[in-house]
């Protein structure tokens, strides 16, 4: 199975400031990986898909880029609605997917 | 608009079962998988595995193999995961999710279903 480390576990940003997060998969996922924004108590949110493509309706401060094993997520300019959990999910083999462990993102 | 729609919270006792639905809505139920992901109380996401609604065929990740069994019924769109032999360690949420065309993305998610462990 592939595994997915997602870093950091947790991030705390002012207001304004670039943020980024990262995820590196067990082996090459061919860019087959989503970004995932979730708030207490809702469903997750897809923001960006196949590594670097903007879901419709997501802020184009929200940018994904990577390949191979190697992915990330940069916000630019936190907001304070950008507060959450955000994950991310590979599913490049056989339809098995893999969710990395989280990251908490706070405003501070 | 596509639309899953769970059914609500559930209580099982240790050792029983619990069956939860998944109503699909503004597409054809038939034309895409349905995922199923577990969170349990403060914790990340988990893939359970997929049913292919056409076949009847499903996936399961190694860990929910013995745990959960996937079903659907095309005739009412509904998608259902059944836990079994529950224990603490299945008190989560359960979430209905389907693909974005064309990627391996979750693009539409229930809202969840709270399955809660008491005797």
């Known amino acids: 199975d592939i595994q997915m480390t997602q870093s950091p576990a947790s991030l705390s940003a002012s207001l304004g400031e670039t943020i980024s997060i990262e995820c590196r998969a067990s082996?090459?996922?061919?860019?087959?990986l989503a970004w995932y924004q979730q708030k207490s108590g809702k469903s997750p949110q897809l923001l960006i898909y196949?590594?670097?493509r903007l879901q419709d309706g997501v802020p184009s401060r929200f940018s994904g880029s990577g390949s191979g094993t190697q992915y990330s997520l940069k916000i630019s300019g936190m907001q304070p609605e950008d507060e959450g959990d955000y994950f991310c999910?590979?599913?490049?083999?056989?339809?098995?997917?893999?969710f990395g462990a989280g990251t908490k993102l706070e405003l501070k | 608009e596509v639309q899953l729609q769970q059914s609500g919270p559930e209580v099982g006792r240790p050792g029983s079962s619990v069956k939860i639905s998944c109503k699909a809505s503004?597409?054809?139920?038939?034309?895409?998988?349905m995922n199923w992901v577990k969170q349990s109380p403060g914790q990340g996401l988990e893939w359970i595995g997929w049913?292919?609604?056409?076949?009847?065929?499903?996936d399961y990740a190694e860990k929910f193999k013995k745990k959960a069994t996937l079903t659907a019924d095309t005739s009412s769109s509904t998608a259902y995961i059944q836990l079994s032999s529950l224990t603490s360690e299945d008190t989560a949420t359960y979430f209905c999710?389907?693909?974005?065309?064309?990627?391996?993305?979750?693009?539409?998610w229930g809202q969840g279903t709270l399955v809660t462990v008491s005797s």
């Open positions: 999710a389907r693909e974005l065309p064309g990627s391996a993305a979750f693009a539409y």
């Open positions: 082996e090459d996922i061919y860019s087959n």
């Open positions: 196949a590594a670097n």
């Open positions: 503004g597409y054809t139920f038939t034309d895409y998988v």
């Open positions: 999910l590979q599913g490049s083999k056989f339809l098995m997917y893999t």
């Open positions: 049913i292919d609604p056409e076949y009847g065929s499903t």
